[in-house]
Nanobody
Framework: QVQLQESGPGLVKPSQTLSLTCTVS??????????WSWIRQSPGKQLEWIGA???????YFSPSLKSRASISRDTSKNQFTMHLNSVIPEDTSVYYC???????????WGQGTQVTVSS
């Protein structure tokens, strides 16, 4: 059973960098064919895809967040981390990490973590 767990700060000040880590157990982030994604959902809004890192260490981002987002991984810890620079209050959201098979099937999700951007 694959499990994903998000971790990071619950409160970030405007203009700072938000860093969230997803720890994966029960499966390797190096497994061929899988993409490890970050998604968020703000109050009253639909899910928004932020970006992903592939099993081969390629990264992909939403055009709207590409200028501020980055994703890296630590294969020794089976983790991947998202950084979102210059956060604004509109980045307040529940952030999820998820595993995606072939860009089609989101088969495992973390429970989500609330992040609030406020001074």
């Amino acid at each position: 059973q694959v499990q994903l767990q998000e971790s990071g700060p619950g409160l970030v000040k405007p203009s700072q960098t938000l860093s969230l880590t997803c720890t994966v157990s029960g499966g390797s982030i190096l497994t061929d064919g899988y993409y490890w994604s970050w998604i968020r959902q703000s109050p009253g809004k639909q899910l928004e895809w932020i970006g992903a890192i592939s099993y081969s260490n390629n990264t992909y981002f939403s055009p709207s967040l590409k200028s501020r987002a980055s994703i890296s991984r630590d294969t020794s810890k089976n983790q991947f981390t998202m950084h979102l620079n210059s956060v604004i209050p509109e980045d307040t959201s529940v952030y999820y990490c998820a595993r995606v098979l072939g860009w089609a099937l989101y088969d495992y999700w973390g429970q989500g973590t609330q992040v609030t951007v406020s001074s």
